[in-house]
């Protein structure tokens, strides 16, 4: 008998997609991520399209697939809270905190997640982490400030790079640059996402800590790991 085929990344993908809906009530309006994972996400909720009155998106990429769907896409400005917020992460780790920006739509995530009073973080499993900091560091900059950045963080010890499409710097939806920093090791993430949030020029840094996950429903060749970071201290 041959053995089972493993599971792909994206087969991952897709099981974790598929299990948020259990977490998503009914006649709620929901904060919606951005990504391959939570495209998966949206393609199990367009079949119930019903359960859900609309959606806050964090990306013009979702508010297209969401449209496309017939889902209803709400300002973010007209709803005041959300239930929930589902979205993937380039990394995470046992605390819940989390590195995203990936698809570089982390300043509109960090945004819709902060609105809502649960975020539950979609991931395959490769993106478990002990420590943060092996994923690029994903940070918006305002491109007159781009150099002055790369040197600060170049006195932590870190190698920042502008991230380029086609050859140009990649212009988010706000506008703005990336800058995607390596050898970091973030080893207090409250206090770094804190520290480069007020440096000037920086729109949003990809460390996710004070919008920190409730839940991580992780896809495994075992199915899905459910992981609550509910509980003292949050
Ligand atoms: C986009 C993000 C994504 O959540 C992150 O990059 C993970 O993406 P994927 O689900 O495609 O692996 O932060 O800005």
């Known amino acids: ?86 979205d993937g992460a380039d990394e995470i780790d046992p605390r819940g905190f989390m590195i995203k920006g990936g698809g570089a739509a982390l300043t509109r995530e960090k945004i819709v997640a902060a609105q809502a009073r649960r ?28 150099q002055r950045i790369i040197r600060q963080f170049a006195a932590l010890g870190g190698t920042a790079r502008v991230r380029l499409r086609d050859g140009a710097p990649l212009v988010t939806d706000n506008g703005q640059h990336i800058l995607d920093v390596t050898g970091l090791a973030i080893t207090d993430p409250p206090a770094f996402e804190s520290m480069v949030n007020d440096w000037p020029g920086v729109v949003t840094v990809g460390v996710f800590a004070h919008q920190r996950a409730h839940v991580c429903l992780m896809g495994t060749p075992e199915g899905v790991r459910t992981i609550s970071f509910d509980g003292p201290g949050r």
């Open 119 to 146: 975020f539950v973080c979609i991931v395959d499993q490769s993106k478990w982490v002990q420590t943060l900091g092996r994923f690029p560091l994903p940070v918006e900059v305002i491109p007159m400030a781009t």
């Open 1 to 86: 008998m041959s053995a089972a085929t493993p599971m792909t990344q994206d087969e991952l993908k897709a099981l974790v997609g598929r299990a948020a809906l259990e977490h998503i009530g009914h006649g709620h309006i929901i904060g919606i991520g951005t990504g391959s994972t939570v495209n998966h996400f949206i393609e199990a909720l367009a079949q119930q399209r019903e359960r859900i009155v609309g959606a806050v998106s964090s990306s013009e990429a979702t508010t297209q697939r969401l449209r496309a769907h017939g889902i209803r896409v709400f300002d973010a400005n007209e709803v005041e809270e959300l239930a929930v917020y589902v």
